[in-house]
């Protein structure tokens, strides 16, 4: 599941949709020695009446990251390395490692969907939240009211987005 770990970790400070970081490129995290920072290359997409707007700011697609992220995505790098994609996220990581045949797609789409990053969760919260440790998923639309301590609401991807804002403004 270390994609979904990526996915936590760099959406939860970062504010990006789910698209956004299912398109990031393999290449999108460097070191610039200038500077001493490492940097995230992102690229900006938004959906609208239904459509996928591609939209490029150039202002704020190169965001200053910590050491920590830089090395979690290296790390991803390396264990993926036999993969052609210019995706980050290929599905080929995806269809050999983590045994989803249903991720299988068109060669020319290399990275995974967002559909298919929350079959990725969904599965994450079945075998790991329910199955490890013992919680019931309890899923956004019921009542929190009677939570006890072994009930865990179902967090979709693009909550990190609104978490990551709210950090910002802290």
């Known amino acids: 599941y270390l994609p979904l770990l990526l996915w936590w970790k760099i959406t939860s400070i970062l504010p990006l949709r789910p698209i956004e ?10 070191f610039d ?6 940097f995230l290359t992102v690229e900006r997409r938004k959906r609208k009446n239904g459509k996928l707007k591609v939209k490029t700011i150039p202002l704020i697609n190169e965001i200053k990251v910590t050491k920590e992220i830089f090395d979690l995505i290296q790390k991803y790098k390396s264990l993926t390395s036999n993969t052609d994609s210019e995706f980050l996220l290929a599905k080929s990581f995806y269809k050999k490692f ?6 299988v797609a068109p060669e020319d789409d290399e990275e995974i969907t ?11 919260y079945s075998e ?7 919680y019931e998923v309890i899923e956004k639309t019921i009542s929190t009211e009677d939570y006890s301590q072994l009930k865990i609401q179902r967090m979709q991807l693009g909550d990190t987005r609104h978490i990551a804002m709210c950090g910002l403004l802290l």
């Open 21 to 30: 970081f299912s398109i990031l490129k393999a290449d999108c995290c460097y």
């Open 33 to 38: 020695s200038t500077q001493n920072c490492y």
């Open 98 to 103: 983590l045994k989803l045949d249903r991720l």
């Open 114 to 124: 967002t559909a298919q990053l929350r079959t990725l969760l969904r599965r994450f």
């Open 128 to 134: 790991i939240i329910t199955e490890e440790f013992n």
